[in-house]
């Protein structure tokens, strides 16, 4: 139960300082420091990212090349012009 507690503490606390940086955010007039956090921002999402990839096991790697050759069998695949024409379509 306190562990609930404090985590409802915490995302609270957690909104809260999102809130305020939101406002501070907003306040800002230099580009330069708006330039930097969206740079930091999205450095730090990629290191997120890369954090939490696991390794694929070797089952499911074999797994996922049966699936795409079964796909490729049943004629499940796009060729990647017609990928590019049909993403060009929906601009």
């Known amino acids: 139960m ?3 507690i ?3 503490k915490f995302a ?3 909104e809260t300082r999102k ?3 939101i406002q501070e955010f907003l306040r800002l007039q230099n580009e330069e420091i708006i330039t930097g956090l969206e ?3 999205r450095i730090k999402k990629s290191e997120l990212f ?3 990839q ?3 096991s070797i089952e499911q790697f074999n797994a ?3 699936e795409s050759l079964k796909d490729s069998n049943n004629g499940y695949l796009i060729k990647a012009t017609d990928l590019q024409e049909k993403i060009q379509s929906w601009h």
Do not use: R
Request: charged share 25%; hydrophobic share 50%.
């Open 12 to 14: 609270m606390n957690l």
């Open 54 to 56: 696991k390794p694929m």
């Open 2 to 4: 306190d562990c609930v």
């Open 50 to 52: 890369d954090l939490n």
């Open 6 to 8: 404090l985590q409802k």
């Open 39 to 41: 740079n930091l921002l």
């Open 64 to 66: 996922e090349i049966d």
């Open 19 to 21: 809130i305020l940086f």
